[in-house]
Structures are given as structure tokens and as C-alpha cells.
């Protein structure tokens, strides 16, 4: 049975629709910077052409006999995205003029994923698509922290309710929501929105926090 981190890591991905306090570990991802809107961007799409090439060039590779050292089965974990904006205020869904957001996207691999593997994986996904530029790719080891976080479901649109239901928990438990230069809104997408409903979109929603008693 392939590992699903989903299942496996349930505080991560499958927290309640009423906000709670996690301590998120750290974990190895691939990500991709850019800016931009991504509803309309073409740079939002290339990122996500990458992460998912590089994954499932990565999760295949044992079709080629060129599986890493201690490679197991698994799903490939879901899109994940970092939110922020020059803008002081930015709570993660404040901002009207979405081309200018900036962004992550990333996707969490499996600890057996080297920089070696990466380089590996990059090879083979350029040879493959040679117009997407894997360059702005990277493998990096993050952990969040201390974060605030619920379930959203629903569509994008409706995400300021969940959001202020969240900064309102953490106030009433001596935390306070701690975004920053480096500490982004954070969202998980559980379901393709281009095959699920508006109304059946299901996102984790995190914003990292620090004790404030």
C-alpha cells in the first residue's frame, strides 16, 4: 500500500473546519517562486508544470530501474502555496489586485529525496519539457513552526471568514498571527478545482503565530 501523507500526517492535512494550534515540523519540499496573478499568469502555470514533473519524475523513477536509496510507494502530496504582498496589511486575502501577489508553490517529497535525486529528477523532466525551465526549481528543508490553522470548504472567495475565525482563536489563546518576511499565509489544495465544485473545494488554511502569554 503506497504511503499517503494525508492519511499518515492527518494534523497536517486534515485538521477540523474550527481552527487549532499545530507545531508543524519540518519537512523537505520542491518549490517555485514567482509573482503575479495566478488565475491569469502564465508563469503560475509553468511553476505548477514543474512541481508536478519533478514529483511524478521522481515517484516513477522506479519504472527505470533509477529509484533513489530508500525509495518506498507513496502519493504524491498535494500543491501548496506560499501568499504575500508588499502590501503591511496582507492577511492572505486582503488584496483586491491579485497581479500583485507574490508566491511559492511547493510540494512536499518524501525524505529519501537528496539533492542528488533533485538533479537527477531535473535531467529527466527537461529532456521530456524542454520549454519549461526547471532552473527555478529548488529542494529546500523548512519547518513553519508554531501556526494557527483550519479547514476551509468552500470556494477561494469565502476564505476571509475562515481567516478572521482563525486570527479570532488565536487572539482568545495567547498567540498572534506572526506574518512576516519570512513567515508566509500558507494554503494546502485538497481538491482540483477544475474538478470539484466551488462549493466542495477543500484548502488548509495556516498562518504561522508566536506566544503571546
Known amino acids: 500500500m503506497p504511503i ?44 505548477l508544470e514543474v512541481l ?5 519524475s521522481i515517484k516513477m523513477s522506479k519504472m ?18 506560499l501568499w504575500w504582498s508588499e502590501d503591511k496589511d496582507f492577511n492572505g486575502t486582503n ?54 490553522q483550519a479547514m476551509h470548504i468552500g470556494p477561494y472567495e469565502d476564505e476571509p471568514a475562515t481567516v478572521a475565525a482563525m486570527e479570532r482563536y488565536a487572539g482568545e489563546n495567547g498567540y498572534a498571527i506572526d506574518i512576516n518576511e519570512t513567515r508566509r499565509h500558507h494554503e494546502i489544495y485538497l481538491a482540483d478545482p477544475r474538478k470539484v465544485a466551488p462549493e466542495q473545494l477543500r484548502t488548509v488554511i495556516r498562518h504561522p503565530v508566536r506566544k503571546t502569554s
Open 64 to 81: 527505470s530501474g533509477t529509484q533513489p536509496e530508500g525509495y518506498f510507494e507513496y502519493v504524491v502530496p498535494p500543491l501548496e502555496g
Open 95 to 148: 488584496l483586491l489586485d491579485k497581479d500583485r501577489l507574490f508566491w511559492t508553490s511547493l510540494i512536499r517529497q518524501p525524505d529519501f529525496v537528496t539533492p542528488e535525486v533533485f538533479e537527477f529528477a531535473k535531467a529527466a523532466f527537461s529532456k521530456k519539457k524542454p520549454r519549461l525551465d526547471t532552473s527555478k526549481a529548488r529542494l529546500e528543508r523548512t519547518s513553519e513552526g508554531l501556526c494557527v
Open 4 to 47: 499517503d501523507f494525508r492519511k499518515t500526517d492527518k494534523e497536517l492535512y486534515q485538521p477540523g473546519t474550527s481552527p487549532s494550534i499545530i507545531d508543524v515540523p519540518e519537512m523537505i519540499f520542491i518549490t517555485v517562486d514567482g509573482q503575479g496573478n495566478p488565475n491569469t499568469g502564465a508563469a503560475y502555470q509553468d511553476a
Open 52 to 56: 508536478f514533473g519533478l514529483s511524478y
